[in-house]
């Protein structure tokens, strides 16, 4: 068995629990969304774990620095805010690109399930729907769904594995 | 409607917008009616093997029956065994294109990985990299460039391809920072309208323009230009000016630091200065206090900076964040506390807009290589910050800039002048 057909059987699943195959298109893609989501969110937990003290060191400087360029504004300093403004800037670009691993983490899910269905569903038109809609038309609403829904679980503290 | 709530609507929009954009990019392959019928035997059917989509469609094109844009370009393409030709005796390669170079999947993981190694330890320099990847590394430049004569239809779909799968593992960053400041409400919202909508403009006028015309040699060069403006931006950051410079401005911000820890014993702050106040805005002036301190600047002034950023992030295929924080703090002198949200979210709908001109202009999306991407991503960006303690950052971005200057001239080379450098 290859590691597609592998992996390939156990997407499958839930594609066949009902025997009515437009529930049982529905039903596995909706299943297929929920569990991208969930696996996205987990992984990128993961990597907002390893990335957790250059996280917190680039966010929290670029969190200083903009504190004291308010101060600077304040005190109507015009040349210490735009040096303290410059300095936090710098670590708002680290800090951005740190991100880019946690978004990975979050959508290779998802782009792996629609990777599957383009290829085990290909040609197939989705039951019920408008001429040109395919298994991805179908995917993406409940992923959204999946993803925002995740979001609202889990602790909100600013370097929690669960925010972004 | 308050500012969060209308964030809200707009990433709901965005999203909308992107699953129709890829809905209308299935239309490709004309199918008749629903079938469900055929849905049922997709379930209880073998998996493909390997999928052969492209050659198949090509076959239809051949038949007369409508299909899609790499399709007919595969059809129009002509047959033979030379460079430029579509050897139907090959397996399918990227993009399901017979004789296409296949990527081995453990090729593109290992590549990811270094790009995921780079974005959580140097910076934004990951974004080049990706994109080095698919034009060096994987081999789809040079086949690209090949059909220029041929095939030109085909090798410009390939072209675009590269730059959608390039948008697609820069973009990540955008989409998790504007979630994150979308929780913070760290918005300047005539500020985020005006850079939008240049940034839906830009990168819609971008994508649209070049979608299908833009030949592999003329994108390698304009990227190589851009590499080349990077690398030397980097080695003027080290230049003993620059540095004197930057430490100028950290003994200034410094200096202050102790200031403000002086004044604090027993200083108590105006609350009712906090935060941000428009008090006017129009289509030639927004006045806004910030902590008490009036900011004034031309909304046309950042409408015209998200145009032409949005349009050249677009046109190379990367994130365009880069440009516009220091864009947004230098012109409009905007506090970085407001301009990283605002830009984030210009970035994201740079990004989709992208994204989704491309898709329903045709271009096909390689999902398994993406997915393979993301994951090796994921696991750069996990082992980075677990090796960055052993490495000097000076020496970092000494490498980085020798490497940007070495794949910007090779590419400004191979792309504009036809000479090609090793390695590149």
């Known amino acids: ?164 | 409607m308050n500012k969060r709530s209308l964030i809200v609507s707009a990433i709901a929009a965005l999203s909308l917008c992107l699953w129709l954009g890829i809905a209308v990019a299935q239309q490709a392959p004309a199918t008749p009616a629903a079938d469900a019928a055929k849905a049922a035997g997709a379930v209880a059917g073998e998996a493909a093997k390997t999928v052969d989509a492209a050659a198949a469609d090509a076959a239809k094109a051949v038949d007369g029956a409508p299909v899609s844009k790499l399709a007919a370009a595969i059809a129009k393409a002509p047959r033979g065994t030379e460079k430029g030709m579509i050897d139907e005796s090959k397996p399918a390669g990227f993009l399901g294109i017979p004789g296409a170079p296949t990527v081995n999947p453990i090729l593109a993981f290992c590549w990811a990985v270094w790009v995921g190694w780079i974005f959580s330890t140097v910076g934004a320099f990951g974004g080049v990299m990706a994109g080095v990847g698919h034009m060096s590394v994987f081999g789809f430049g040079s086949y690209a460039g090949g059909l220029k004569k041929a095939a030109p239809d085909l090798g410009k779909i390939v072209t675009d391809s590269i730059k959608a799968s390039n948008q697609f593992l820069v973009g990540t960053s955008a989409a998790i920072s504007s979630f994150n400041y979308l929780k913070m409400g760290r918005l300047v919202l005539p500020l985020a309208i005006s850079l939008g909508l240049g940034s839906l403009i830009g990168a819609y006028g971008a994508a649209a323009l070049s979608a299908g015309k833009l030949d592999f040699k003329s994108y390698q060069g304009y990227f190589g230009l851009f590499v080349l403006v990077l690398g030397c931006y980097l080695l003027y950051e080290m230049t003993p000016g620059a540095q004197t410079k930057k430490k100028t401005a950290k003994e200034a911000a410094r200096a202050f630091e102790d200031a403000v820890k002086k004044l604090k014993s027993g200083e108590s702050v105006d609350e009712s200065k906090l935060g941000l106040h428009i008090n006017k805005f129009n289509l030639s002036t927004c006045e806004f206090v910030f902590y008490g301190v009036p900011f004034k600047f031309n909304p046309l002034i950042p409408f015209l900076g998200g145009i032409c950023i949005s349009a050249v992030a677009a046109f190379l295929g990367v994130g365009g964040g880069f440009l516009l924080v220091p864009f947004l703090t230098s012109v409009t002198q905007l506090p970085m506390y407001l301009a990283a949200g605002t830009s984030a979210l210009a970035v994201l709908v740079s990004m989709v807009t992208s994204i989704i001109t491309l898709m329903t202009k045709g271009t096909p999306i390689e999902w398994t290589l993406i997915g393979t991407e993301l994951v090796g991503i994921t696991v750069g960006s996990i082992i980075g910050p677990m090796t960055s303690k052993y490495l000097s950052d000076k020496l970092m971005k000494r490498i980085f800039i020798a490497l940007s200057f070495y794949i910007g001239v090779g590419y400004l080379l191979a792309g504009f002048v036809g000479y090609k450098i090793p390695g590149v």
């Not at chain 1, 529930?23 to 969930?38: D, H, P, Q, R």
């Not at chain 1, 696996?39 to 937990?45: E, P, T």
């Not at chain 1, 040609?123 to 609403?141: H, K």
Request: a positive charge; aromatic letters at 14%.
């Open chain 1, 1 to 164: 068995m290859t590691p597609f057909q592998a992996v390939d059987n156990f997407l499958i699943i839930p594609f066949r629990v009902f025997s009515n195959p437009e529930a049982g298109f529905y039903f596995g893609i909706t299943v297929l969304a929920f569990f991208s989501a969930a696996l996205g969110w987990g992984s990128k937990a993961l990597v907002a774990y390893a990335n957790r003290v250059r996280r917190k060191q680039e966010d929290g400087e670029a969190t200083r620095r903009s504190e004291l360029s308010f101060q600077a504004l304040q005190m109507q300093d015009k040349e210490a805010y735009l040096a303290q403004n410059n300095l936090a800037q710098e670590h708002y670009g680290n800090s951005l690109a740190l991100s880019a691993g946690r978004g990975a983490a979050l959508l290779w899910p998802g782009i792996v399930a629609l990777a599957w269905l383009s290829i085990r569903f290909e040609g197939v038109p989705a039951p019920y729907l408008w001429a040109s809609a395919g298994p991805v038309t179908v995917f993406f609403p409940p992923y959204i769904l999946a993803l925002w829904a995740l979001s609202r679980l889990g602790p909100k503290t600013p370097h929690s594995p669960f925010t972004a």
